[in-house]
């Protein structure tokens, strides 16, 4: 059974940085697709950053469309079986509930339909503080 436990929600002010963690488990394949999403109240769910994991490694998916490009960075430790989002410049408008979530598919078939994906984390909550 695939799981996914985000770590790392906290407050913060504005303008500081944040690491979000992401343990993933449960994969017997090396070809799968974890994207981070935020939702605030009453937003709809946003993609963040993606990183698809892959034999040999891994490979960022950083379009253009996402909002939060050039504060956002998506990264993965192979050992640890994790994925990082690395967060700077944080403002106000940041604070929601951040979901990491996979799916067996290429990040750049999927691109940012959150709806493809299947399995989720619980999340784990951002404040920023103005």
């Known amino acids: 059974e695939v799981q996914l436990v985000e770590s790392g929600g906290d407050t913060v002010e504005a303008g500081g940085s944040l690491k979000l963690s992401c343990l993933v488990s449960?994969?017997?394949?090396?070809?799968?697709?974890v994207g981070w999403f935020r939702q605030a109240p009453g937003q709809e769910r946003e993609g963040v950053g993606s990183?698809?994991?892959?034999?040999?490694?891994?490979?960022?998916?950083?379009p253009d469309s996402y909002s939060v490009k050039g504060r956002f960075t998506v990264s993965r430790d192979y050992r640890l079986n994790t994925v990082y989002l690395q967060m700077t410049s944080l403002k106000p408008e940041d604070s929601a509930m951040y979901h990491c979530?996979?799916?067996?598919?290429?990040?750049?078939?999927?691109?940012?339909?959150?709806?493809?994906?299947?399995?989720w984390g619980q999340g784990t909550r951002v404040t920023v503080s103005s």
């Open positions: 449960g994969y017997t394949t090396e070809h799968y697709c």
């Open positions: 979530a996979a799916v067996e598919r290429p990040c750049a078939a999927i691109q940012n339909n959150y709806q493809a994906f299947r399995h």
């Open positions: 990183i698809y994991i892959h034999t040999g490694g891994s490979m960022s998916y950083d």
